[in-house]
């Protein structure tokens, strides 16, 4: 049975069987595809709710939209951009990247586009996934889950914030149909997406209050365009861009020692912020207001050469009092000042530890994902799988989260591990496989003390990066070359298996839960 998958428009399915299926398509799971394809795993398909691949880079095309991570390092190990134009790379060339690999690999027509994933329920008696869609119902016996953590929009509850009666939209949804010239408009937010978004609406708006929670450290953005000599060296000199690549990583790498290991390494960091907010910033009154009150790194380190500049403009007005209360046509600060708006750019992030997603995956008990983390934290095993939640594998799952480097190659290190896991698969005739919750649990244990020496703990900040039990389940507290090396090869004695002939015989009759010692170890080493 062959599905119209390029085609958006098409009706939907009524049911379709196939041994894999892997919900986004952002770096994650369009990696995920390209993999499984060249393991000569063909029968699988991709569901993403958007018209194409891209994931957050395909949705977030607000005014400044750019990457943070050198360009050089936000690529597909396999697939180098040769044409990249500068060192740090707009939103819009990410997404011509991505698309191109798509392409170039030939994974669309494994695509159902516009295909929006309402629920998965582990179902015991097919031991398969049956997964409801827009576009109809699919059984998996495998899941990928890359929906990835900045999917999801966070919305603020501020109070009388529905009764606005202008332009409001979050800065991940961009309403490009909306005009802001000559508009008197409001930025709630001061993070990552905000200090893109606000230079660019200063230079057009006639009035610019920036709501700000919790001042960000900046440090300078080294950005530049890359030469012609260059541009033509990344693509016609053999190596000289991966060269170019393997210097910014570890580089990057360096970081770790002082956001992981030993906070006290990251004075000059400290020191670089605080120098450039002083040369940027003359008036002192708000260089003060602007000034954290942590530890670098604590929350995510921003670069920026223009959002301090843009905050000295005569029409851009900085408010740190907080917001009150939004009327029809005005918001109230938590000092009483009313200042009147014509549109609300909201800038406050994603649902990272807590995305509604989760509220949709049903494991084998019954409970949602989103009841599991809500018991127990957001827990999982190598950010790949997580106890309850048989045949499932997770993509940037927790704790696979970076504060320094680039998400990808975290990506690829999964992927190398979720390959490896389906091959065992196969290999062993397995029906059903999940992680044993003593292994998860003893993993989480050694995490979070990794964690409790991080700056990320220890920074004096309240951040994203913890959830309501008070543990940071976003972040790897170490050097992704650690990761990469625990990911290298599936560990199967970590998980319970049950092989695929012994499904639907009784636990009291034969069936058992097949342990590391039932398969020949010499047999597993050789393969």
């Known amino acids: 049975m062959s599905l119209p998958v390029t085609d958006t428009s098409a009706p939907a399915v009524s049911s379709h069987q196939v041994d894999t299926l892997i919900i986004g398509s952002g770096f994650a799971g369009l990696g995920a595809a390209i993999k499984l394809a060249q393991a000569g795993k063909h029968d699988f398909l991709v569901l993403e709710r958007g018209t194409e691949v891209g994931g957050t880079w395909r949705d977030n095309t607000y005014p400044g939209a750019a990457c943070d991570v050198p360009s050089h390092l936000y690529s597909y190990s396999f697939a180098l951009n040769p044409e990249w134009t500068r060192s740090f790379s707009p939103q819009s060339e990410i997404q011509r990247y991505i698309s191109s690999v798509a392409r170039r690999y030939n994974v669309l027509d494994k695509h159902v586009f516009g295909c929006d994933v309402l629920a998965a329920h582990w179902n015991d008696d097919t031991a398969r996934w049956d997964v409801h869609t827009t576009k109809g119902d699919f059984e998996a016996k495998i899941v ?62 006639s009035r610019l209050d920036v709501y700000q929670r919790t001042a960000p450290w900046i440090l300078p953005r080294a950005d530049r365009e890359y030469t012609k000599a260059e541009r033509l060296a990344f693509k016609y000199l053999p190596g000289f861009q991966k060269l170019c690549r393997t210097g910014i990583y570890w580089m990057r790498e360096t970081q770790v020692v002082g956001l992981a290991k030993a906070p006290i390494f990251m004075k000059p960091l400290q020191f670089a912020a605080a120098r450039h907010l002083r040369r940027q910033i003359k008036d002192r009154d708000l260089r003060r207001r602007v000034t954290p009150n942590f530890q670098i790194g604590c929350k995510r380190m921003l670069i920026s050469n223009n959002y301090y500049p843009a ?65 127990g934290g957001q827990q ?75 700056v990320w703990n220890n920074g004096g900040c309240a951040s994203w990066y913890l959830d309501k039990h008070g543990n940071n389940t976003t972040l790897w507290p170490g050097f992704t070359f650690e990761f990469r090396r625990i990911t290298k090869q599936f560990d199967l004695g970590a998980y319970r298996s049950v092989a695929t002939g012994d499904l639907h015989v009784p636990a009291h009759m034969s069936g058992h839960d097949t342990e590391l010692t039932d398969f020949d170890d010499d047999k597993v080493a050789a393969q």
């Open 144 to 205: 990928i889950s890359a929906v990835g953590a900045l999917c999801e929009p966070s919305l603020p509850d501020i109070k009388g914030i529905e009764q606005f009666e202008g332009e409001i939209f979050h800065s991940a949804q961009w309403n490009h149909d909306t005009d802001l010239t000559g508009k008197r408009v409001a930025v709630i937010g001061t993070g990552a997406s905000a200090i893109q978004i606000v230079p660019q609406l200063a230079k057009k708006v």
């Open 380 to 454: 999982g095993y190598k950010g790949s799988a997580i106890a309850n939640f048989p045949n499932m594998f997770f993509l940037v799952g927790p704790n696979t989260g970076l504060g320094h480097t680039s998400m990808v190659f975290m990506i690829e290190s999964q992927l190398n591990y979720v390959v490896d896991a389906i091959d065992a698969i196969e290999r062993y005739d397995i029906g059903t496989i999940e992680v044993r919750k003593e292994a998860q649990d003893r993993y989480n244990r050694g995490l979070q003390e990794k964690l409790s020496k991080s």
């Open 311 to 375: 905050l000295t403009q005569p029409n851009v007005d900085l408010v740190t009092d907080g917001i009150a209360e939004v009327l029809a046509d005005s918001i109230v600060d938590k000092s009483g000042i009313e200042r009147k708006v014509d549109a609300i750019v909201v800038a406050t992030g994603f649902h990272v530890t807590d995305s509604p997603s989760f509220a949709g995956i049903f494991g084998k008990d019954g409970r949602s994902l989103a009841e599991t983390f809500d018991d």
